[in-house]
Nanobody, 125 residues
């Protein structure tokens, strides 16, 4: 069973930057797309960004577009989320997920079968 492991979370101040990483345990994992979701305290899981593994096509959620960047490194079997100009409302547990289904990128968490355990990002002054 493929495992996804997030890292890079922490406590930062508004306006700061942070980079999250997600590593897959198997290089032969035939993922079609990998995504980042986040879950603020007391709220539902929210789509952040996605990238197709082979072609690198990206999709962003409206609340992070222009501030966050998703990319992947095939050689390292890893995906990243570069977060700039962080705001208090970005505070959440950030999860990486993946799907093997070849279909349009979905904002629905139930469409993703592989999940990491999450990493906490706290933006506070």
């Amino acid at each position: 069973q493929v495992q996804l492991v997030e890292s890079g979370g922490g406590v930062v101040q508004p306006g700061d930057s942070l980079r999250l990483s997600c590593a897959a345990s198997e290089g032969t994992f035939s993922r079609y797309a990998m995504v980042w979701f986040r879950q603020p305290p007391g709220k539902d899981r929210e789509f952040v960004a996605a990238i197709t593994w082979n072609y690198g096509s990206v999709v962003y959620g409206a609340s992070v577009k222009g501030r966050f960047a998703i990319y992947r490194d095939k050689a390292k079997n890893s995906m990243y989320l570069e977060m700039d100009t962080l705001r208090p409302e970005d505070t959440a547990v950030y999860y990486c997920a993946a799907t093997t289904r070849v279909e349009p990128i979905s904002f629905d968490p139930s469409r993703y079968d592989y999940w990491g355990r999450g990493t906490q990002v706290t933006v506070s002054s």
